[in-house]
């Protein structure tokens, strides 16, 4: 008698029977029993008792396409008993959520001696990952926590809520911050990191439209701005499982400014004229560069800042 583990226990008798007694449990998911089958079929080829944990299979060494083989001294009948599962077909390809079993059975007869033999035939190996270039789908969106208790500091719950698409557009007085947050969606490995390169405004949807202005460069607050970008550190919490796969910074809010029309020349960098510089009552749109990165010895992900002195 052989025991395969707790899933397959398998007995050769000396008149010239197989006994195979099949775990529902050998596989996980658990094996469907009602599937198993051998090589051939036949009356004596289905289960001669089935209980909620076990399937017994019991058929001369002649029957269900057992094949038979000879060695010096030794007569070794053979077969192979494997499950079905079920395949779900798409118009580009192919699944399935099912376990696969397989299993070769030997009953080997030496003169007067008998041997059980249960050979474990595994499935392929799982593709390796694949990593290559691909759509990335994230969000951007402005938070708009509140305090609601004295001593409470407005950045600590700015990102606690968000707007929703029906509150844009949204009124902001000028230099009153404005919360950003950048989220990776559709993706659960809490190995990848959520990387952003450039991020910029524009005063229209357009993101290569005119005029612009940087908010980050590299991942880093722009340096030329006098009321700079300042990036928000992302805890872990119930909103948030992968902190990784958000991004957060903080501007001041501003609006673009155009040469007017009336003395375009004098538009220059710097210009204190009034009457050559014209603001605009325009929207600002919001833009960033994003990437995934997976962090290894050489890097870590996270952009390399300098430290300004004020």
Same mark, same amino acid.
């Given at each position: 008698?052989?025991?395969?583990?707790?899933?397959?226990? #398998?007995?050769?008798?000396?008149?010239?029977?197989?006994?195979?007694?099949?775990?529902?449990?050998?596989? #996980?998911?658990? /094996? +469907?029993?009602? &599937? !198993?089958?051998?090589?051939?079929?036949?009356?004596?080829?289905? =289960?001669?008792?089935?209980?909620?944990?076990?399937?017994?299979?019991?058929?001369?060494?002649?029957?269900?396409?057992?094949?038979?083989?000879?060695?010096?001294?030794? !007569?070794?009948?053979?077969?192979?008993? &494997? &499950?079905?599962?079920?395949?779900?077909?798409?118009?580009?390809?192919? !699944?399935?959520?099912?376990?696969?079993?397989?299993?070769?059975?030997?009953?080997?007869?030496?003169?007067?001696?008998?041997?059980?033999?249960?050979?474990?035939?595994?499935? @392929? *190996?799982?593709?390796? =990952? /694949?990593?290559?270039?691909? *759509?990335?789908?994230?969000?951007?969106?402005?938070?708009?926590?509140?305090?609601?208790?004295?001593?409470?500091?407005?950045?600590?719950?700015? $990102?606690?809520?968000?707007?929703?698409?029906?509150?844009?557009? !949204?009124?902001?007085?000028?230099? +009153?911050?404005?919360?950003?947050?950048?989220?990776?969606?559709?993706?659960?490995?809490?190995? @990848?990191?959520?990387? #952003?390169?450039?991020?910029?405004?524009?005063?229209?949807?357009?993101?290569? &439209?005119?005029?612009?202005?940087? @908010?980050?460069?590299?991942?880093?607050?722009?340096?030329? +701005?006098?009321?700079?970008?300042?990036?928000?550190?992302?805890?872990?919490? =119930?909103?948030? @499982?992968?902190?990784?796969?958000?991004?957060? $910074?903080?501007?001041?809010?501003?609006?673009?400014?155009?040469?007017?029309?009336?003395?375009?020349?004098?538009?220059?960098?710097?210009?204190?004229?009034?009457?050559?510089?014209?603001?605009?009552?325009?929207?600002?749109?919001?833009?960033?560069?994003?990437?995934?990165?997976?962090?290894?010895?050489?890097?870590?992900?996270?952009?390399?800042? #300098?430290?300004?002195?004020?």
């Amino acid at each position: 008698m052989c025991y395969y583990g707790k899933a397959v226990t #398998l007995q050769c008798t000396k008149d010239a029977q197989i006994i195979i007694v099949v775990a529902r449990d050998a596989t #996980l998911p658990n /094996v +469907d029993l009602d &599937s !198993i089958s051998f090589n051939g079929d036949g009356q004596d080829c289905g =289960p001669v008792g089935t209980t909620s944990a076990f399937a017994i299979y019991q058929f001369p060494v002649t029957g269900c396409g057992t094949v038979l083989k000879e060695e010096p001294g030794v !007569i070794i009948y053979e077969n192979r008993m &494997s &499950s079905l599962y079920e395949v779900a077909a798409g118009p580009y390809g192919m !699944i399935t959520r099912d376990s696969q079993y397989e299993l070769i059975v030997q009953c080997k007869y030496i003169g007067s001696t008998i041997l059980a033999l249960a050979v474990e035939v595994g499935p @392929l *190996p799982a593709p390796s =990952p /694949v990593a290559a270039p691909g *759509p990335l789908r994230v969000e951007l969106r402005l938070g708009n926590g509140q305090c609601a208790s004295k001593g409470c500091s407005e950045e600590d719950v700015a $990102f606690n809520s968000f707007y929703m698409d029906t509150d844009y557009p !949204i009124t902001k007085v000028l230099r +009153d911050p404005v919360y950003v947050e950048v989220r990776m969606l559709e993706r659960t490995d809490p190995n @990848l990191v959520l990387t #952003l390169g450039r991020c910029w405004a524009t005063s229209n949807p357009h993101a290569h &439209s005119l005029p612009q202005w940087d @908010l980050l460069i590299n991942g880093c607050p722009y340096e030329d +701005d006098r009321y700079q970008t300042t990036l928000a550190h992302v805890n872990a919490s =119930p909103n948030v @499982l992968h902190p990784s796969h958000h991004r957060r $910074f903080v501007l001041k809010m501003f609006r673009f400014v155009a040469a007017a029309p009336s003395n375009p020349g004098k538009a220059g960098k710097g210009s204190s004229d009034p009457s050559a510089l014209m603001p605009l009552n325009e929207k600002v749109f919001i833009h960033c560069d994003t990437a995934v990165c997976h962090p290894n010895l050489g890097t870590n992900c996270e952009p390399r800042c #300098l430290r300004m002195s004020k």
